[in-house]
């Protein structure tokens, strides 16, 4: 079982609180984990920020969109209680309360809005609330999706300018993200080998201070049609016994055959690692190598321990 969306948690929040009660949102997480089947480890889930856990971020969503539209009150800090018209919208639903039944109230609207904005357009809404109605995401999931989403595309355009450069660009370039990814520490040093008689090794990265321990680098800028075949892989296995190495690298822009990803992964295990275009470009995204952040933002949520004290 998946964690379920915040939507999903909205009317088993409800039935959580029909006896009345007021309750914590650590109380309400533990009685929505048994009522939902949620187990300890699925409560455990980090979000992809790996800030928050996926779970309790939900919980707290469906709380704050059952609190703005009255279906909740807070009758004192770190509290929900139920109202009359969550007690009506309860009975009125019996299988389902989700944002489509919330949508009713005219308080879905202000809070949508939020305070000192515009009013949207009649029948509209933000692409972030597009999202959390259709695919269940939390207003959180929604920004990080955005987020994955431009990052996508940023990592897209970053292959195109790394094939418009020659083939020395990629060579060096490797080096230079392998050494932000942390392989050899402090005291790595990277060397660029690429050139007439470099044997098929591109780079060197030397992870202690007296060059005891390597890992070759191999770089080949390819078109997205010419993929790396298991051939290449077995010459570039026969360098690094060349080079009496036991580890290699080997870096494309287009892509691995089927034939070559499982020749590396039942015969040299560890030894050997293939980074395909979309990995690199992913990594050269994540590692800040040929880009550049353009803008941060700070997403603030309740400290529930705070109200709760």
């Known amino acids: 079982m998946t964690v379920p969306d915040f939507q999903s948690m909205m009317r ?5 609180l029909s006896d009345g009660q007021a309750r914590s949102q650590s109380q309400l997480r533990d ?3 048994e009522a939902m089947g949620v187990t300890a480890d699925e409560r455990e889930l980090l979000l992809p ?16 969109y059952l609190v703005k539209t009255a279906l ?3 009758p004192q800090r770190g509290l929900a209680q139920i109202t009359d018209r969550g007690r009506t919208v309860l009975a009125e639903n019996p299988d389902r309360v989700d944002l489509s039944v919330l949508r009713q109230f005219p308080e879905l609207a202000e809070f949508r809005e939020g305070s000192g904005h515009p009013a949207p357009t009649p ?15 939390s207003p959180t999931e929604s920004i990080a999706e955005l987020i994955r989403e431009a990052n996508s595309t940023v990592a897209g355009e ?9 083939p020395v660009f990629l060579e060096r370039m490797v080096l230079q993200l392998l050494s932000r990814m942390g392989y050899g520490g402090l005291e790595s040093t990277t060397e660029h080998l690429g050139g007439s008689g470099d044997e098929g090794l591109d ?23 010419r993929k790396i ?32 990803v499982d020749y590396t992964r039942r015969t040299l295990g560890s030894r050997v690692v293939l980074i395909d275009g979309p990995t690199l470009a992913r990594l050269m995204v994540e590692r800040n190598v040929g880009v550049s952040v353009e803008d941060t933002y700070e997403i603030k949520r309740v400290d529930e321990d705070y109200f709760e004290d």
């Open 158 to 166: 970053v292959l195109a300018r790394v094939l418009a450069q020659p």
């Open 72 to 74: 909740l009150d807070r």
């Open 49 to 64: 920020s790996g800030k928050q856990a996926m779970f309790a971020n939900r919980v707290g969503w469906a709380i704050t």
């Open 229 to 260: 075949g298991r051939p290449d892989v077995q010459a570039f296995v026969g360098a690094l016994a060349g080079a009496r190495a036991e580890r290699g690298i080997f870096i494309t822009t287009s892509a691995f055959t089927s034939d070559a």
């Open 31 to 33: 009685l929505l984990a």
């Open 12 to 16: 088993p929040t409800l039935v959580a």
């Open 203 to 225: 780079g060197v990265i030397r992870q202690d201070a007296l060059g005891l321990d390597v890992i070759y680098v191999q770089a080949k800028r390819y078109a997205p049609d």
């Open 123 to 137: 029948g509209t809404s933000t692409p972030l609330i597009v999202a959390a109605e259709s695919h269940g995401l």
